[in-house]
């Protein structure tokens, strides 16, 4: 059965930083790119970052581009995405998913996500 695990999610003040991890059992994570959506109270659900096969080829959105960081370690299977500088508009429950057609793909992108976490919840409070 194939599982993807979030976390590292919790309670922030504006201008903090958190880092998700993104780890996968009954699934070579490694062999596939990982996308991060979030999904804010109210709102649907958006992509925020993506991560290549290998770790070459990046994306994000633009509302997060130069605060959000994605890396991936595939010798440990997992993906991090390294928020800084967190707003407020960044609450929002935080998904990793992975599409299962993109085996060994090297680009990245939001659509066709096959297998989904149950997501990490990030709150930006003062």
């Known amino acids: 059965q194939v599982q993807l695990v979030e976390s590292g999610g919790g309670l922030v003040q504006p201008g903090g930083s958190l880092r998700l991890s993104c780890a996968a059992s009954?699934?070579?994570?490694?062999?596939?790119?990982i996308s991060w959506f979030r999904q804010a109270p109210g709102k649907g659900r958006e992509g925020v970052s993506c991560?290549?096969?290998?770790?070459?080829?990046?994306n994000y959105a633009d509302f997060v581009k130069g605060r959000f960081t994605i890396s991936r370690d595939n010798a440990k299977n997992t993906v991090t995405l390294q928020m800084n500088g967190l707003n407020v508009e960044d609450t929002a429950v935080y998904y990793c998913?992975?599409?299962?057609?993109?085996?060994?793909?090297?680009?990245?992108?939001?659509?066709?996500?096959?297998?989904w976490g149950k997501g990490t919840l990030v709150t930006v409070s003062s």
């Open positions: 991560i290549s096969r290998t770790g070459g080829h990046t």
């Open positions: 998913a992975a599409d299962r057609s993109a085996f060994m793909s090297d680009t990245c992108d939001y659509s066709g996500m096959d297998y």
């Open positions: 009954g699934f070579a994570l490694n062999y596939f790119p």
